[in-house]
């Protein structure tokens, strides 16, 4: 039998926070909002899809904590519960892009089905296996079910 403790890893999730200067930083989680702005006075922090979506920059409660994934923005304190400039909104673009999944999977050329006659609506997805054949992140390990023995 083999150990199968050598396939399994551990992701250290993240957040990113863009600061007030426009560079990005990496934040392992957990962690809460007052810690950031107790490395960074003067600032709150706010969550970049909620800008997106309401289109104010509005502050995160200090006990709050960030979510894994996320992005957050920086900004000082008077301009909470206002407008974000087009910079800001920029920015936030461009991270929110770097952090969109990119999807693995195989797909069926579209010359291979025209002999056949069938239509595929979807194509078939293959999940991502390690090299060792243990399969990545999102996918459920097999575990046996043993079952007593009547002598």
């Given at each position: 039998?083999g150990?199968?403790?050598?396939?399994?890893?551990v992701?250290?999730?993240?957040?990113?926070?863009i600061?007030?200067?426009?560079?990005?930083?990496?934040?392992?989680?957990?962690?809460?909002?007052?810690?950031?702005?107790?490395?960074?006075?003067?600032?709150?922090?706010?969550?970049?899809?909620?800008?997106?979506?309401?289109?104010?920059?509005?502050?995160?409660?200090?006990?709050e904590?960030?979510?894994?994934?996320?992005?957050?923005?920086?900004?000082?304190?008077?301009?909470?519960?206002?407008?974000?400039?087009?910079?800001?909104?920029?920015?936030i673009?461009?991270a929110s892009?770097?952090?969109?999944?990119?999807?693995r999977?195989?797909?069926?050329?579209?010359?291979?089905?025209?002999?056949?006659?069938?239509k595929?609506?979807?194509?078939?997805?293959?999940?991502?296996?390690?090299?060792?054949?243990?399969?990545?992140r999102?996918?459920?390990?097999?575990?046996p079910?043993?079952?007593?023995?009547?002598?």
């Amino acid at each position: 039998m083999g150990n199968l403790t050598s396939c399994f890893y551990v992701e250290i999730q993240t957040a990113i926070i863009i600061g007030a200067g426009g560079n990005f930083r990496k934040i392992n989680l957990p962690i809460t909002a007052a810690e950031i702005m107790l490395d960074e006075p003067g600032h709150v922090v706010s969550q970049a899809e909620q800008i997106r979506r309401t289109g104010r920059i509005a502050a995160l409660k200090a006990d709050e904590e960030l979510s894994a994934g996320n992005v957050y923005l920086l900004v000082p304190v008077n301009r909470a519960n206002s407008k974000p400039s087009e910079s800001e909104m920029a920015l936030i673009e461009s991270a929110s892009a770097k952090r969109r999944p990119k999807r693995r999977s195989s797909k069926i050329s579209p010359a291979a089905t025209e002999g056949s006659g069938e239509k595929i609506e979807d194509p078939i997805t293959v999940s991502p296996v390690h090299s060792a054949g243990c399969r990545l992140r999102g996918s459920r390990p097999w575990t046996p079910v043993l079952h007593p023995i009547s002598e």
